[in-house]
């Protein structure tokens, strides 16, 4: 029996949630109540999860614990440490866009004419860009304003103002303007270098060195092409076979290496251990 790739499993669930997220307003105004909310705080039966960035704004700018958040933005800082960024290339519907987008762009300028070298400095640029932005928060704002620069949250309430609200919310031309330039650039801008929301799950994921991850096994290796097919394979442009440091950090465990890799040796596998 053919082992089903994980791209397949991974596309699918990004699909379904993506599409329940359109639904959910007219779901939850039609009475059904067991999922409920935005990427911001969502409700699922007695649980709920909280954007740890959202949170983390509250407890500085207040100065105080609030118990239940601390729980539910906790749950989703310990998905990461034991799973990686999942949510960014599992759930994350702007993910879903962005790599759709990406892929699109990647026929017109073929990925061979990306700058790999530029984009290595990713993450470090977007931790400079999240600690900027929260100074300006600290300084100058008693609301939690970086929960706007969530772009999950921008594309849930789109649908909340569309079905409820009955008109379009600005999200949609902020999203659609970067999708747009992650087109013309030929590069994920905003998942690679920008996104705040991303940094406080990679934080978390590298405090445990046996979570789930990218495992490289080099004496299995056969591809000789330069990129090599797990390399064009990652829509972020990492290597899969030298994760270490802010290439580490970056890698949200989406499988595209994994699958690409198959063909030429099986030398990456996603799995728990140190690596």
Not at 132 to 139: E, K, Q, R, T, Y
Not at 212 to 222: A, G, M, N, Q
Not at 253 to 261: K, P
């Amino acid at each position: 029996m053919k082992k089903i790739d994980i791209h397949i499993w991974r596309r699918t669930l990004q699909t379904g949630v993506a599409v329940l997220f359109i639904l959910l307003p007219i779901l939850n105004a039609a009475g059904f109540k067991f999922i409920w909310g935005n990427f911001l705080n969502i409700h699922i039966g007695s649980l709920t999860f909280s954007d740890p960035l959202a949170v983390f704004q509250v407890i500085v700018k207040n100065q105080y614990l609030p118990t239940g958040l601390l729980i539910s933005a906790g749950m989703v800082l310990a998905i990461a440490f034991f799973l990686g960024i999942v949510f960014c290339s599992w759930i994350c519907p702007f993910g879903l866009l962005s790599e759709l987008v990406n892929r699109l762009s990647c026929r017109v300028w073929p990925r061979e004419s990306s700058n790999i070298k530029l984009q290595k400095s990713g993450f470090k640029v977007k931790t400079m860009i999240f600690c900027a932005g929260f100074l300006v928060f600290w300084i100058f704002f008693s609301s939690p304003v970086l929960n706007l620069m969530s772009l999950p949250f921008q594309y849930s309430n789109i649908f909340q103002y569309l079905f409820i609200q009955k008109h379009l919310s600005a999200g949609i031309w902020f999203i659609g303007s970067i999708l747009l330039a992650e087109f013309v650039f030929h590069t994920r801008l905003w998942c690679r270098w920008i996104c705040p929301q991303s940094v406080l799950l990679a934080v978390a994921k590298l405090f445990n060195p046996f979570r789930l991850k990218i495992i490289f096994e080099k004496k299995r290796c056969i591809g000789s092409k330069i990129p090599c097919p797990c390399q064009k394979a990652c829509s972020l442009d990492l290597d899969p076979r030298r994760l270490n440091g802010s290439s580490e950090a970056q890698c949200t465990n989406c499988g595209d290496c994994v699958d690409a890799c198959r063909k030429t040796g099986g030398a990456l596998g996603l799995r728990f251990g140190p690596g």
